[in-house]
């Protein structure tokens, strides 16, 4: 069985950068699939953030405006979020999910959340 | 891309039938097959069941079901039970970039 955990800070100071790493147990991020980052502030929708392929390539919203970077660490298969220049608009629970590669997120963490306040 | 456009909310009894909208444009939804549907219990993570609009993943029961029309994707609930009291949320992938509905909590009464 896939599983991911999410960890890192959970509280961040406004105009610095969030850090997040995510752990992948039950399968190898070398193998395939794309590894994914998604958000909700509280009480509010889902929000894709980017996701990163298993050779390295990324994509990421355009509503960021370029504020994020992904990467892979496959020695520790793991994956990980820098989200720069945070706000208190980035506060929300962060998740990093799986897709096996056709167009949807099969595999979820629980979720972190993640406060932007001094 | 905007996000996608959900009631806020549905309601039922147990045993009745819901269904839960989801509409777009011609350039999300209306495009191709890649709308996803996620279940998300209150204090959990969300959970796939439905991808690419009608297929389910193993272990979700035939209960739920999805359908597209034009630029609409439905969820349907039949035989609703206390344990789909969640929120729900579609999902389009296109242009290379994932687009969330903007969710619907499901009450059972």
């Known amino acids: 069985q896939v599983q991911l955990q999410e960890s890192g800070p959970g509280l961040v100071e406004p105009s610095g950068t969030l850090s997040l790493t995510c752990a992948v147990s039950?399968?190898?991020?070398?193998?395939?699939?794309?590894w994914s980052w998604v958000r909700q502030p509280p009480g509010q929708a889902l929000e894709w953030i980017g996701e990163?392929?298993?050779?390295?390539?990324?994509l990421y919203n355009p509503s960021l405006k370029s504020r994020a970077t992904i990467s892979l660490a496959r020695s520790r298969n793991e994956f990980s979020l820098e989200l720069k220049s945070v706000t208190a608009a980035d506060t929300a629970v962060y998740y990093c999910?799986?897709?096996?590669?056709?167009?949807?997120?099969?595999?979820w963490g629980r979720g972190t959340l993640v406060t932007v306040s001094s | 891309q905007s996000a996608l456009t959900q009631p806020p909310s549905v309601s039922g009894s147990p045993g009745q039938s819901v269904t839960i909208s989801c509409t777009g444009t011609?350039?999300?939804?209306?495009?191709?097959?890649?709308v996803s549907w996620y279940q998300q219990p209150p204090g959990s993570a969300p959970k796939v069941i439905i991808f690419?609009?009608?297929k389910r993943p193993s272990g979700v029961p035939d209960r739920f079901s999805g359908s597209k029309s034009g630029y609409t994707a439905s969820l349907t609930i039949s035989g609703l039970q206390a344990e789909d009291e969640a929120d729900y949320y579609c999902?389009?992938?296109?242009?290379?970039?994932?687009?969330f509905g903007t969710g619907t909590k499901v009450t059972v009464l």
């Open positions: 999910v799986r897709s096996p590669g056709w167009w949807y997120l099969d595999f």
């Open positions: 039950g399968y190898s991020v070398r193998n395939g699939a794309f």
């Open positions: 990163i392929s298993h050779t390295g390539n990324t």
């Open positions: 011609s350039s999300d939804v209306g495009t191709d097959n890649r």
């Open positions: 690419e609009v009608t």
């Open positions: 999902c389009s992938y296109t242009s290379s970039t994932y687009v």
